[in-house]
């Protein structure tokens, strides 16, 4: 049940991204201008989920796509907080950043209710970096839109694409899906791991397993849906935090990556 005028606040604003407005809108204009991208609109992204210093300019390079007429937002994300089966909805009316309350689209929502895999849980949400982080690009890059926000646990494929075919609509919807890829092992073999997680995308080719992308399960279901319609997936961006921010021995792959409707 939603509580009205309910909101979610930032719980990662000033660690994984500035939390003053101004330097924050800096920031994405500084990566966003940094990490052009050519194509046309997209109807879904992959994009990543660590810190700015780090997944930023990848997930710029994703955001540049974005066009205006995108008026609502399914963004899937994995939950690393709290232990959880299926999708969870907040009870909240709206996600804050420090750009502004996002509202979320509570009849897009309720239209979910009756699924068996999804349930309520603001818990899940509340300290959950891995949908927050893309708000303030989408905020940027489309100013006022609506927000589907899904933490996904432990769900088969199936289970994790029935919720986004319906919540799927026309050009209006934008379907995000919030992954990193692999995680510590050294540079060049993270190289090595994520180029062949990145032919495996844009093959359409699920299931991903958690070692080599931390939102498999939200994946596995975008990935079922593109290849049930005959999507075309486009590799936008493959780094690592080696090649971002930080040292070689112990790294995070980062990967970006459109999806267009046949």
């Known amino acids: 049940m939603t509580v009205a005028g309910a909101v979610r606040p930032a719980a990662v604003a000033g660690l994984f991204y500035p939390g003053e407005a101004a330097a924050l809108r800096a920031l994405l204009q500084e990566q966003l201008a940094d990490n052009p991208a050519l194509g046309a609109a997209p109807k879904a992204l992959i994009a990543p989920h660590a810190g700015y ?57 309720n239209s979910l209710k009756d699924l068996p895999q999804v349930l309520c849980s603001d818990e899940a949400h509340r300290q959950e970096h891995s949908l927050e982080v893309h708000l303030p690009f989408l905020q940027s890059r489309l100013g006022g839109f609506t927000l589907v926000p899904l933490v996904v ?90 090649d971002t921010a930080g040292g070689r021995a112990r790294v995070v792959g980062y990967g970006a990556w459109a999806a267009y409707a046949a």
């Open 53 to 109: 210093v780090y997944s930023g300019p990848v997930a710029a390079r994703a955001y540049n796509l974005l066009v205006p007429s995108v008026q609502r937002v399914v963004l899937l994300g994995p939950a690393h907080r709290v232990p959880l089966r299926g999708l969870a909805l907040p009870t909240v009316a709206a996600f804050r950043t420090p750009l502004g309350d996002v509202p979320l689209d509570l009849q897009a929502m």
């Open 153 to 242: 646990g432990w769900a088969p494929p199936e289970a994790v694409a029935e919720v986004v075919e319906r919540l799927w609509g026309g050009p209006e919807t934008l379907v995000v899906v919030s992954s990193d890829l692999s995680h510590y092992h050294p540079y060049v073999e993270a190289q090595r791991l994520d180029a062949d997680t990145a032919r495996r995308i844009e093959a359409v080719q699920p299931p991903l397993e958690g070692e080599q992308a931390c939102g498999a399960y939200p994946l596995n279901g975008l990935l079922q849906v593109a290849r049930r319609r005959s999507m075309r997936i486009e590799r936008l961006d493959l780094r690592n935090s080696g």
